[in-house]
């Protein structure tokens, strides 16, 4: 799912497109259920933690990209 969003992305960064945007926020949300699901030790917090940097950043880019 997240190389498909990427490729939408990449696609649709001239265009301004909101879809992007939902793309993004979808991302983050899913990741940040499973950061929420799994079990909680410390090696798998820091692992779900690193992996909700690129759905950030990905939505990040989106919004600053339909703000521009």
Known sequence: MEII???VGVL?????S?????LGIVLFIVNLWEFFTYDQNITQIVIHALTLI????YLHNAYRNIRS
């Open 18 to 22: 909101s879809l992007v945007l939902i």
């Open 54 to 57: 690129v759905p950030y950043y």
């Open 5 to 7: 969003t990427g490729l």
């Open 12 to 16: 649709s960064a001239n265009k301004k």
